[in-house]
T-cell receptor, first 111, second 113 residues
């Protein structure tokens, strides 16, 4: 597997609290992505980054923000978690128009 | 933006038979079409991909075909085995490529013994 790791792997949090998920890659990939996976919806893009400090919104970006201060790290923040954000979150990285490598996933439960 | 439709959502086949999963895409500028396999509780992993300048690609029991005119591509698995049971996702990426893959909703492939 490519060197891409997510932390934490599991998290339970309360509604209204802020949450940050971390993604770290050692492949020197320029592009990084955050997806959420929900039954019946497949993988939906939340935010992506095309370089350090360069990010943009994906299909389901409301309620989420991201930051990329270094090539290897991409953070996803839920400013005020809601129950609708209970999901499995996957980070991925790639070079342009090539295979995307996924992290192990983070299972987030908002109660 | 790109829109990818995938069918069927569930496919059950007898061990040894073939399985075919079909996807359509909306953006004629899309030029890279990967297929991912996801086993229960695991991360998606690439099994095969095809670019828009190629019509077909094979890798042992797996093949992918692409029809650019009709904007559809298909995954073919021959001689299915129990370990092929998983969820399969097709995806497409636009010509620019920077804004990530758009995925289909997935096909749950069940191999019956």
């Amino acid at each position: 597997d490519a060197g891409i790791t997510q932390s934490p792997r599991h998290k339970v949090t309360e509604t209204g609290t802020p949450v940050t998920l971390r993604c770290h890659q050692t492949e020197n990939h320029r592009y990084m992505y955050w997806y959420r996976q929900d039954p019946g919806h497949g993988l939906r893009l939340i935010h992506y980054s095309y370089g350090v400090k360069d990010t943009d919104k994906g299909e389901v970006s409301d309620g989420y923000s991201v930051s990329r201060s270094k090539t290897e790290d991409f953070l996803l923040t839920l400013e005020s978690a809601t129950s609708s954000q209970t999901s499995v979150y996957f980070c991925a990285s790639s070079q342009l128009n090539t295979e995307a490598f996924f992290g192990q996933g983070t299972r987030l439960t908002v109660v | 933006g790109e829109n990818v439709e995938q069918h069927p959502s569930t496919l059950s086949v007898q061990e040894g038979d073939s399985a075919v999963i079909k996807c359509t895409y909306s953006d004629s500028a899309s030029n890279y079409f990967p297929w991912y396999k996801q086993e229960l509780g695991k991360r998606p992993q690439l099994i095969i991909d095809i670019r828009s300048n190629v019509g077909e690609k094979k890798d042992q029991r797996i093949a992918v075909t692409l029809n650019k005119t009709a904007k559809h591509f298909s995954l073919h698995i021959t001689e299915t085995q129990p370990e092929d049971s998983a969820v399969y996702f097709c995806a497409a990426i636009e010509g620019g490529g920077a804004d990530g893959l758009t995925f289909g909703k997935g096909t749950h492939l069940i191999i019956q013994p």
